[in-house]
């Protein structure tokens, strides 16, 4: 259907609002594979398993960027740029398969089997707008749902920019130009993916353990802040590429293994819907502001303007990631208490390595109310982290 709209846009009057409708519609599939991908395995993983995996899941995604840029590059001569949508659309098709073949699969100990589900529309939609609610009431969610929005909307600010900047690199006229563009673009595309690959599979794991997820989160704010603030300097194509990087390499490599970690520590009850609300709802909400401001920007045709902007928004998202540091330490303590056991035994899991995260004079006003059954965890994470005498205050 994109390929066709694509095909027949050159012969309506008003034909170049199919390209960017196809865009769109494109993004949302892609985003809704992703959304039941990450519920899926939300539901089926707890903290342990979870910082083990998902590093080798996102490290498989990067497999198939390698091998869609190669092959992208090796047919642009061959079928040409305008034609790509239709291959993407091949993509989706197998994704499509996918999905059928898979669909009889356990869906995991968060995803509320064991509960009545709701019957007929309207009661489903009351228990959705129900379920929204109760992550928009959750402080650290609402918190860790602005950084995704800053996360979506500098990213497809990004976008844009490195395309300005490539196509700048690459002008032309002609099919020849066209395909330069395509080569040059898959060439990014693939040699950051492997790349991206590369630290996924050597160090996102032991970053993790070593930094703690928290201070793990703040490499893609940082990664914006110093892209956009050298691109405001000179925008050229180094800078261009430069900030798409961030796409290429930080999210896929480091930040996405570590947000999805955020959503250990919160209720299975909620989580499926955390996880659909926030990758789903705030994302989009992130890409259509990133549309609007862009429209506005391309007004002005000033790109330094939309730089100056991005980089202010930039430490704005550091900020909101230090706040949410704060707040995770919080959640975790609270956590260590709560009265849903998969939740405690993963909050006392992921303790010894967020040092940032949970202060000192946090743990001390555990004041000996530590359950039972998470105190030798507790105890072993504090001896861990030198703070032995905290544990023994606080678990005699």
């Not at 992703?34 to 993983?45: C, K, P, T």
Request: overall charge neutral.
């Amino acid at each position: 259907m994109i390929q066709a709209g694509v095909t027949f846009q050159g012969q309506l009057a008003n034909g170049w609002i199919v390209q960017p409708i196809s865009y769109v519609f494109a993004h949302g599939v892609k985003e809704t594979i992703y959304i039941l991908f990450w519920v899926y395995a939300g539901n089926l993983y707890d903290a342990a398993q979870s910082k083990r995996l998902f590093p080798f899941f996102a490290g498989s995604v990067l497999v198939g960027k390698i091998l869609g840029g190669a092959i992208g590059a090796a047919i642009a001569p061959l079928i040409h740029a305008e034609n790509f949508i239709g291959a993407q659309a091949v993509g989706f098709l197998v994704c499509f398969v996918g999905l059928l073949i898979y669909r009889g699969l356990p869906e995991g100990a968060g995803s509320r089997l064991d509960e009545e589900r709701p019957k007929g529309l309207s009661a489903s939609v009351k228990d959705s707008v129900e379920g929204y609610r109760a992550v928009a009431s959750d402080r650290m969610l609402r918190t860790f749902g602005v950084g995704v929005f800053f996360w979506y909307f500098l990213m497809q600010f990004g976008n844009f920019l490195y395309l300005v900047g490539l196509d700048q690199s690459t002008a032309g006229a002609g099919t020849g130009s066209e395909d330069l563009f395509s080569q040059l673009y898959a060439s990014v595309y693939t040699s950051s993916s492997l790349v991206a690959l590369f630290i996924q599979s050597v160090f996102t794991g032991a970053l993790l353990r070593r930094f703690g997820i928290a201070r793990v989160l703040f490499v893609l704010p940082l990664w914006f802040l110093g892209s956009y603030a050298a691109a405001t300097v000179n925008f050229n194509i180094i800078t261009a590429i430069a900030i798409q990087l961030s796409e290429r390499i930080v999210i896929p490599a480091i930040h996405r293994p570590a947000t999805e970690l955020v959503y250990s520590q919160v209720a299975a009850a909620i989580r499926p819907r955390a996880r659909a609300f926030l990758s789903g709802g705030v994302n989009a909400f992130g890409n259509f502001a990133a549309a609007l401001a862009l429209l506005a920007g391309l007004q002005l045709h000033d790109n330094q303007l939309l730089l100056g902007v991005a980089t202010g928004l930039s430490g704005v998202y550091l900020y909101n990631a230090w706040h949410m540091m704060k707040l995770f330490g919080r959640r975790i303590l609270e956590n260590i208490t709560s009265v849903d056991p998969d939740v405690r035994f993963s909050a006392a899991e992921i303790l010894e390595t967020e040092h940032e995260a949970v202060p000192e004079d946090l743990l001390r006003s555990l004041d000996g109310a530590i359950p039972a059954d998470v105190e030798h965890g507790v105890r072993v994470a504090l001896t861990r982290r030198g703070l032995l005498a905290v544990a023994a205050d606080a678990t005699e």
